[in-house]
């Protein structure tokens, strides 16, 4: 097999799965941000029971929302800790939906609409981190989709 050398222009240049994988990591770390702000409307109306849960719960979104986004960025710019954070993040996601599914109070809707994204973007991350691997064991970029 040949190897094409790459122009240097493209040194570091994530693939196509990682750029659309980056895209769905940083849309899910925007729909943590709309939850935060719903969370900070609520509290602001009075809508808690428990002052002290509702900070607590709108700290970790704000958290979460920060890291998701971190891991988005990274994503696209080829850091490998980003997609191992996107990896945990869409493991996460499909643990939420499946609760979503099941129990006494399921709404199958709302676990695919959870779970099909995240199962598009974790099938896409293992593919990057597949092609950066690749990339890695023969010393040059990944090739571009």
Do not use: C, K
């Amino acid at each position: 097999m040949q190897t094409v050398p790459i122009d240097a222009s493209d040194a570091g240049r994530p693939s196509a799965m990682a750029i659309v994988a980056a895209i769905l990591v940083g849309l899910e770390g925007l729909g943590i941000v709309a939850l935060t702000i719903w969370q900070i409307g609520a509290l602001l109306a009075g809508d808690t029971e428990s002052l002290t849960s509702a900070l607590a719960l709108l700290v970790l979104s704000g958290l979460g929302a920060t890291a998701v986004l971190a891991f988005a960025v990274a994503i696209w710019r080829g850091q490998s800790w980003g997609r191992s954070g996107g990896v945990v993040t869409q493991l996460l996601i499909l643990a939420v939906a499946i609760g979503a599914v099941t129990g006494a109070y399921a709404h199958p809707a709302t676990g695919v609409a959870l779970a099909v994204p995240a199962l598009v973007a974790l099938v896409l991350l293992i593919l990057a981190i597949r092609s950066a691997g690749g990339a890695a064991r023969t010393g040059s970029e990944a090739p571009p989709e």
